[in-house]
C-alpha cells in the first residue's frame, strides 16, 4: 500500500462516518468545521496526484507528498475522534493506515519554499483548467508557505465537498456495479 492509497482510503472512511454520524441534530458532514477537514484532506489528496503526475525530482515529490499525507491524516483524526484510534470494528482500516505511516513515507526535512514552489507549479499545470480544483490547491499551499494553516474559503469547501461526495457515489455505485454482474 502507497501513502496515496492510505490516504485516499482514509478520506473515504472518514466521509462516510460524517455522512452517517449525527450531532446537534444533524450529520457530521453537514457542520462547517468537518466540512472544512473534509475539503483540507481531499485538498492534499489533490495536491498529491497532481506532484505525482508531474515529472519533478523524486525527492522533492516525497517531501511534498509525506507533508501532505500527514497533515491530511492529522485532519481526519480530528474529524474522527476516538473512532480513529480503535483497533477492531469498522474504523479499524484507519488506526491501521496512521500506524503505517512511517513506514510509508520518507522522513521529512523542514519544508523548503521551493519544494512548495514545484507542488505550486505542478498543481497549475495538472489542475489548469479546473476552477475548483487548481484554487483549492494554491491556497492549502499558499498557506503552508506562510504557517497560517487558515481553513479553505468557503465556497471552494462547499464545492470540494460536494466534489468529493459525487466521487465517492460514483465510486461505491461502480463497486455496486461489479459486485451485480
Known amino acids: 500500500m502507497t501513502a496515496r492509497t492510505a490516504l485516499a482510503e482514509s478520506l473515504a472512511l472518514a466521509a ?14 453537514e457542520l462547517p468545521h468537518a466540512r472544512a477537514l473534509l475539503a483540507g484532506a481531499y485538498t492534499d489528496l489533490l495536491i498529491v496526484d ?3 503526475a508531474r515529472t519533478i525530482e523524486d525527492a522533492a515529490r516525497r517531501q511534498v507528498t509525506a507533508r501532505c499525507v500527514r497533515e ?20 479499524a482500516p484507519y488506526s491501521a493506515w496512521l500506524r503505517a505511516l512511517p513506514d ?6 523542514a519544508p523548503q519554499d521551493h519544494l512548495l514552489a514545484l507542488a505550486s507549479r505542478a498543481c497549475a499545470d ?3 483548467a479546473d476552477p475548483v480544483r487548481l484554487p483549492a490547491c494554491l491556497h492549502r499551499l499558499g498557506e503552508r508557505r506562510t504557517g497560517r494553516g487558515a ?12 466534489a468529493l461526495t459525487d466521487a465517492l457515489n460514483d465510486a461505491l455505485n461502480d463497486a455496486l456495479r461489479e459486485t451485480i454482474l
Open 126 to 128: 495538472h489542475w489548469a
Open 104 to 109: 510509508l513515507l520518507d522522513r521529512e526535512d
Open 50 to 52: 497532481a506532484v505525482t
Open 151 to 162: 481553513p479553505l474559503p468557503e465556497p471552494l469547501t462547499d464545492a470540494l465537498t460536494d
Open 72 to 91: 491530511a491524516m492529522r485532519d481526519l483524526s480530528v474529524l474522527l475522534g476516538a473512532r480513529g484510534y480503535l483497533r477492531d470494528g469498522e474504523y
Open 16 to 29: 462516510r462516518f460524517a455522512r452517517t454520524r449525527r450531532m446537534y441534530g444533524t450529520t457530521v458532514a
